[in-house]
């Protein structure tokens, strides 16, 4: 699975960046390899949100996809 991020320089010096398909995920980091590790934990955190299984009649089928 591709993410595309938006990498910002900080004024106060490192970087920020944010990811804009994924409401209110973003983190920072002092150099960019940090803002890199930064970037796969906050992803990863947003992403393993808890939600409830779905309900699914006798024509559906409820499936997990790993991406």
Request: aromatic share 6%; net charge negative.
């Amino acid at each position: 699975m591709k993410i595309r991020v938006v990498v910002h320089e900080a004024e106060e010096g490192g970087y920020w960046a944010e990811v804009p398909s994924i409401i209110g995920c973003a983190t920072e980091g002092a150099t960019f390899e940090e803002l890199l590790k930064n970037l796969y934990e906050a992803i990863e955190g947003c992403l393993s949100v808890d939600i409830s299984v779905p309900k699914a009649t006798g024509k559906d089928r409820v499936v997990e996809i790993i991406v």
